[in-house]
């Protein structure tokens, strides 16, 4: 089982560097209880910059997040949250197989005998036994109805519950060409602790989205705010500028925005 599925109880950890292991992580958190896993979230082989870590209970997360959040690690300091599960869908119903119906066999053939007595009045020791078969008997031969199978009954899409993150902003729409330098003066108006555009796995293409990680939720609010009432554009792009949603990490990411 992943750190998703084991451990409930973990914390988020944004603004890492990316040369932090998981052994650091693990050994950073150590002193605030018994931690479970360490780890951080990579694209290939390259570190997104955050990460995550379990430990037994809540009252550990609570802990963690009171010692360690703006802490100072790798130089960079780092922003602790606690990590909530995502609420778990409901599963389709699958109608139930209609029960199999025996088929009757048909009755064989079957043929009359008859026996007729002579009409001349001889003796009833030179009476001729005639025996007559009568035609074959058809049966009745029913068409089989091939039986219509029932329809399927569609289940609602059961949209699951995501919880907003209280310091990083998803920004969508934005030039390919744009790097993490460009991306962090856009938000040069408010403190930031780090800004990242992501990229393809394979070929390490700007995919035109990015997160920026604010130094505090009041921080974060304020540009969300803005953004909205005040558009920002960028070479004629108008960029999509909201707060991301912590889920359940994946081993891909774990922050994403809700883009519909």
Same mark, same amino acid.
């Given at each position: 089982?992943?750190?998703?599925?084991?451990f409930?109880?973990?914390v988020?950890v944004?603004?890492?560097?990316?040369?932090?292991t998981?052994?650091q992580?693990?050994?950073?958190?150590?002193d605030?209880?018994?931690?479970k896993?360490?780890?951080i979230i990579?694209?290939?082989p390259?570190?997104l910059?955050y990460?995550?870590?379990a430990?037994?209970?809540?009252?550990?997360?609570n802990?963690?997040?009171?010692m360690?959040?703006?802490?100072?690690?790798?130089?960079?300091?780092?922003?602790?949250?606690s $990590? =909530?599960p995502m609420?778990?869908g /409901?599963? +389709?119903?699958r109608? &139930?197989?209609?029960s $199999? =119906?025996?088929r009757?066999?048909? /009755?064989? +053939?079957r043929?009359? &005998?008859?026996i007729?007595a002579p009409?001349d009045g001889?003796d009833?020791?030179?009476?001729q036994v005639?025996?007559?078969?009568?035609?074959?008997?058809?049966?009745t031969?029913?068409?089989?109805?091939?039986?219509?199978?029932?329809?399927k009954?569609?289940?609602?899409?059961?949209k699951?519950?995501r919880?907003?993150?209280e310091?990083v902003v998803?920004v969508?729409n934005?030039p390919?060409?744009?790097?993490d330098?460009e991306?962090?003066?856009?938000f040069?108006?408010f403190?930031?602790?780090?800004?990242?555009?992501?990229?393809g796995?394979k070929?390490?293409?700007?995919k035109?989205?990015?997160?920026v990680?604010?130094a505090s939720?009041e921080?974060?609010?304020?540009?969300?705010e803005?953004f909205?009432?005040?558009?920002?554009?960028?070479?004629?792009r108008?960029l999509?500028i909201?707060?991301?949603?912590s889920e359940?990490?994946?081993?891909?990411s774990?922050?994403e925005?809700?883009t519909?």
């Amino acid at each position: 089982p992943t750190i998703v599925d084991q451990f409930p109880s973990k914390v988020f950890v944004g603004n890492l560097s990316f040369k932090t292991t998981d052994g650091q992580l693990k050994d950073f958190f150590s002193d605030v209880g018994d931690v479970k896993e360490a780890r951080i979230i990579t694209r290939g082989p390259r570190s997104l910059g955050y990460g995550f870590v379990a430990f037994a209970d809540d009252a550990t997360v609570n802990k963690a997040v009171e010692m360690k959040n703006q802490a100072e690690l790798e130089g960079r300091k780092i922003n602790v949250e606690s $990590a =909530r599960p995502m609420a778990e869908g /409901a599963q +389709d119903a699958r109608p &139930a197989k209609p029960s $199999a =119906r025996r088929r009757r066999t048909p /009755a064989k +053939d079957r043929s009359k &005998a008859r026996i007729d007595a002579p009409q001349d009045g001889s003796d009833s020791s030179q009476k001729q036994v005639k025996v007559e078969a009568t035609e074959d008997v058809k049966p009745t031969v029913r068409r089989h109805q091939p039986r219509k199978s029932p329809k399927k009954v569609e289940q609602p899409i059961v949209k699951e519950e995501r919880t907003p993150s209280e310091t990083v902003v998803f920004v969508g729409n934005l030039p390919f060409s744009t790097t993490d330098e460009e991306l962090s003066k856009l938000f040069a108006d408010f403190s930031i602790s780090s800004a990242h555009v992501v990229v393809g796995q394979k070929n390490s293409r700007p995919k035109g989205f990015g997160f920026v990680t604010f130094a505090s939720h009041e921080d974060q609010t304020k540009a969300v705010e803005k953004f909205v009432n005040e558009p920002l554009t960028v070479n004629d792009r108008v960029l999509n500028i909201k707060a991301a949603f912590s889920e359940s990490p994946s081993a891909d990411s774990a922050v994403e925005a809700d883009t519909a």
